[in-house]
């Protein structure tokens, strides 16, 4: 449980649709993704659901350090886990990957952006709220989507703040979790979105969580590409990645910590053009 991978994606367009961008899937490879995991024994989760089953193991081997009875439970699932995550809101969400993970019996992260809702090519409220009455989870990918270490101490904590908030009415549950947009954080930030309330912050760099670090907040994930095919995406959940995924994480991850985000946002425009 402790080596668990955290994919995110961002929309799923048609087969005859051209990618918005690199980070766009098509349709049939993200069926051919969901059916490798289901049929090789692994459970697609949410962030929810997965930090739940690790307080549950938590406080059963308190339990048991204590001397208590162990009650009766069932028998627990042993599959592999990748937890699922879901960036923007775009339409293709709700439309395409969720139909796609309830076949598979799997759930997932969708973090919205709360000023886009509804709007061209995003999810309303009304399928973010079904998503999240069919067992989805959803998160905040903050108010507006802007760049957040621009912004003042109190201009973000009323971002962050006004989106979990907003998210809570509308879907009447307790929104925990915040994805960055655009990638980049800062410690600052971090510690906002801490006192804002959230348990944990996703943020774009690859990687895998040290889960056993109770204090861990930051949490990495890898970013589906376009460009990656099946056995790229078995590499990263088998916890391997191909040298290959390293490069191309490595080299983003430089960049933007090089670049920083205007020239990093300049370029990535310029490629997406190319």
Known sequence: ??????????????????????????????????????????????????????????????????GAPEAASAAPDTRRQVILTFDDGDISNSEVAAPVLKEAGFSATFFVTVSDIGKDGRMSWEKIYELSREGMD?????????????????????ELLLSKQVLEKYIRRQVDFLSVPHGFYTKGILGIARDVGFKAVCVSDAGYNDFLDEDVFCLLRFAMRHSYGLEAFRSIVSGAPQLGVVAVENTRTFLRKVLGYRFYHKLRSWAKRT
């Open 1 to 66: 449980m402790t080596n668990v991978p955290i994919l995110l994606y961002h929309d799923i367009h048609a087969d005859a649709a051209k990618p918005k961008n690199n980070f766009a899937v098509s349709e049939s490879e993200f069926r051919r993704q969901i059916k490798y995991l289901h049929h090789n024994g692994y459970a697609g989760i949410s962030l929810a659901r997965f930090l739940k089953e690790m307080q549950t193991a938590k406080e059963k081997v308190e339990e048991k350090e204590k």
């Open 138 to 158: 959803v998160g905040s990918h903050a108010m507006t989507h802007a760049f957040l270490p621009s912004m003042s101490s109190y201009t973000l904590l009323n």
